[in-house]
Structures are given as structure tokens and as C-alpha cells.
């Protein structure tokens, strides 16, 4: 097959979306859709291996001697919300703009990576090898996404996540941390005196975490945001709870790690604490970096990311860059615009030409 033009492949890679959005991908459920990313590689006599709802490939010449670069985005969605006024698995194309979920989180930049793996695959002589992993769970943080797929993997040296940046350079994102409290109290009828009330107990540490802040301010990430999201407790209006759940979601910045952040909260607050995950790492890569240098001199600019993606798994440093908005993300009537896929792509391989 002869080397195809970037213009080739960003028919391709928009035709591949529209695909992408009339199959339906919730997490864990992305079986038809990897298909759908097995059958585009296979046009290109592509290599590639699955594993669960994963879809991965080397370059044809790769060479275990030399360092590699992952290139990485998913193909799962969360599911549509109900503010939708279109159907969310109907891609259509209006001024310019393709609708669709996932569309723009984060169907866009997939395919964009996708069509910049497809451009270098044959290319002899590389720097470094190219190692495109399609995966899923994404969104729910699955042990059977990216996380899992790792050890299967040969050895990363460095990764660009494809995710909404408008094409800019997120160096560091921070991690997630997610905690749940159980506040105990002592059950009873309203009418009588009752000295523990489980909500009371909840509320006063509720108050301590909305009041508290981390001392330590990261230039590009900020402060630790804390934020209380669920509660639940009490069956009917009579009767003094005994217990109260509520949920903690902390974004924590590169200056922590979750288990400090963990640790804290634990020892000043009298709920007991339980977390969902330590996994969820902040992470990020050094301005320094080719890649980053790279990026500068394409005139992109650098900023730090408080959204989650699969960078919080990698070890490895982790530049999270993509086609689209992170702020149409999960949002009802989600869409991309054309160019902004036809502009990621020749990013891409221009920022990929000037390292390897």
C-alpha cells in the first residue's frame, strides 16, 4: 500500500468518528467499537493485538533498543445526559461541526492519534518506536482499561494522551482521590433529646473540609480542591439517624500524593475515612521535555490540566494534548468541530517529526 496523504487520513480518520458515535461505547460495554478500530488498522495492514475492549499496535520497524512513545486515547463514553435535544448516536455535521457523544471526549483525539500512528507506521529509521493503545474504561476508571492493558505493554518511555486541549500542551494534571465517610451517631425519636445525631457528626467534618486548604500551591495546578459531593442518611423525618455516608472528592496537585492527602484527613476529621482508590496519581511532564520543546516551538503553550485521564496510571512522564474543548466534555449536544480533527492530526505529525 502506497503511503497515504494527510489529507487521506483525515477523511479516514473523520469517517472512522462518525462510526465511532452511531456505536455505543458506555464504559466497559466497548466491544463494537473495537471492532470498529480493528477493522480501520486492518485497512492498513496493521499489526495489532486486543486485549478485553483494548486495541494496541508497535510500528512496523520497532526495535526494542530504542526508547518508546505511547500514543493513547479511549473509545468509551459515559452516557448521554438529559439535556440532549439530538439523538447522542446520530453523527451529523452542521457549520462545520460534528455532534455526537464522544465526539469530542474523546472520539476526536483517538482518531486523531490513530490517523498519526497510520502515518509513521511503515517509516524506517526512527528515534524512537510508536506504540498506539486504543482502550477503554476511561471514564470509569476500569481495571480493564488502560490500567490493566499496562503489563501487557513493552516498556514506555514517554506518552501523549489524547484528550481535549485545543491542542495545547497539558504539562501536570492533577490526581483524584476519592473518599468515603461514615459519620456514627446514635439512633432515636425526634421528639426526645438525642446528644449524637450521625448528620451532626457528618456536618461538623463536612465544615472542616470546606474550610480547610493544603498549604502547599502548585504553580501549575493550583490548590487542593476538596469538595463534599453525596450524603445520605435517615429513613423517615422521626428518626435520628444512626449513620451518614457522604463522598469527599479531592483534586490533588503534584506536591502531594494521595496517601499524604489521605493521611491528613483521616487524623483531623472523626468520620471514619475509606478510600476508593490510591491509583489515581497526579502526573504530568517537564517543560523541559523534546516532546514539550517540541510543542513550544509549534507555538503551542503549556498549562496545567485539573481534569483526570488515563495519565493518572502511567509512571511514566505524560503530556496530555488533544483535538476539541474540555469544556463541551460530558456535555448534552456534545460535538467537535471538523477542523479542529484536521488540525490535530497535522499537529501531531509535526510535533512527532521534530523528535523522532
Given at each position: 500500500m502506497k503511503k497515504t496523504t494527510?489529507?487521506?487520513?483525515?477523511?479516514?480518520?473523520?469517517?472512522?468518528?462518525?462510526?465511532?458515535?452511531?456505536?455505543?461505547?458506555?464504559?466497559?460495554?466497548?466491544?463494537?467499537?473495537?471492532?470498529?478500530?480493528?477493522d480501520y488498522l486492518k485497512k492498513y495492514e496493521i499489526d495489532f493485538k486486543r486485549s478485553?475492549?483494548?486495541?494496541?499496535?508497535?510500528?512496523?520497524?520497532?526495535?526494542?533498543?530504542?526508547?518508546?512513545?505511547?500514543?493513547?486515547?479511549?473509545?468509551?463514553?459515559?452516557?448521554?445526559?438529559?439535556?440532549?435535544?439530538?439523538?447522542?448516536?446520530?453523527?451529523?455535521?452542521e457549520d462545520g461541526k460534528l455532534?455526537?457523544?464522544?465526539?469530542?471526549?474523546?472520539?476526536?483525539?483517538l482518531v486523531s492519534l490513530l490517523a498519526t500512528f497510520v502515518h509513521f507506521y511503515k517509516e524506517p529509521n526512527l528515534n524512537y518506536n510508536l506504540l498506539i493503545a486504543a482502550t477503554g474504561e476511561e471514564e470509569s476508571s476500569g481495571k480493564n482499561g488502560l490500567c490493566g492493558l499496562l503489563k501487557e505493554l513493552p516498556k514506555i518511555?514517554?506518552?501523549?494522551?489524547?484528550?481535549?486541549t485545543h491542542m495545547q500542551l497539558a504539562i501536570a494534571e492533577k490526581g483524584l482521590l476519592v473518599i468515603d465517610g461514615y459519620a456514627k451517631g446514635i439512633a432515636g425519636h425526634a421528639a426526645h433529646e438525642n446528644t449524637?445525631?450521625?448528620?451532626?457528626?457528618?456536618?461538623e467534618d463536612i465544615f472542616y473540609l470546606k474550610n480547610y486548604d493544603f498549604p502547599?500551591?502548585?504553580?501549575?495546578?493550583?490548590?487542593?480542591?476538596?469538595?463534599?459531593?453525596?450524603?445520605?442518611?435517615?429513613e423517615q423525618h422521626n428518626v435520628v439517624p444512626a449513620s451518614c455516608h457522604f463522598v469527599i472528592d479531592v483534586r490533588f496537585n503534584e506536591l502531594y500524593t494521595n496517601t499524604e492527602i489521605f493521611d491528613f484527613l483521616n487524623q483531623n476529621t472523626k468520620s471514619k475515612l475509606v478510600a476508593r482508590s490510591f491509583n489515581l496519581n497526579s502526573s504530568g511532564i517537564d517543560i523541559?521535555?523534546?516532546?514539550?520543546?517540541?510543542?513550544?516551538?509549534?507555538?503551542?503553550?503549556?498549562?496545567?490540566?485539573?481534569?483526570?485521564?488515563?495519565?493518572?496510571?502511567?509512571s511514566c512522564p505524560s503530556l496530555k494534548m488533544g483535538a476539541g474543548d474540555s469544556l463541551r466534555s460530558h456535555s448534552a449536544d456534545e460535538f467537535i468541530f471538523i477542523d479542529e480533527i484536521?488540525?490535530?492530526?497535522?499537529?501531531?505529525?509535526?510535533?512527532?517529526?521534530?523528535?523522532?
Open positions: 494527510i489529507k487521506n487520513l483525515q477523511e479516514k480518520a473523520i469517517q472512522l468518528l462518525q462510526n465511532l458515535i452511531s456505536t455505543q461505547s458506555f464504559s466497559s460495554e466497548e466491544d463494537e467499537t473495537a471492532i470498529l478500530i480493528s478485553n475492549n483494548n486495541v494496541w499496535a508497535t510500528n512496523l520497524h520497532f526495535d526494542e533498543n530504542k526508547p518508546t512513545i505511547l500514543l493513547n486515547s479511549h473509545h468509551d463514553t459515559v452516557k448521554p445526559n438529559k439535556g440532549y435535544t439530538r439523538n447522542p448516536f446520530e453523527p451529523t455535521i455532534f455526537g457523544l464522544g465526539s469530542n471526549d474523546a472520539g476526536g483525539s518511555d514517554f506518552a501523549i494522551v489524547g484528550e481535549p449524637k445525631n450521625a448528620i451532626y457528626e457528618a456536618l502547599k500551591i502548585s504553580p501549575l495546578l493550583g490548590k487542593v480542591k476538596i469538595s463534599v459531593t453525596q450524603i445520605n442518611a435517615g523541559s521535555h523534546p516532546i514539550v520543546k517540541a510543542g513550544i516551538d509549534l507555538g503551542r503553550t503549556t498549562y496545567g490540566s485539573p481534569t483526570l485521564s488515563d495519565q493518572a496510571v502511567l484536521n488540525e490535530a492530526i497535522e499537529i501531531y505529525i509535526q510535533l512527532l517529526s521534530k523528535i523522532i
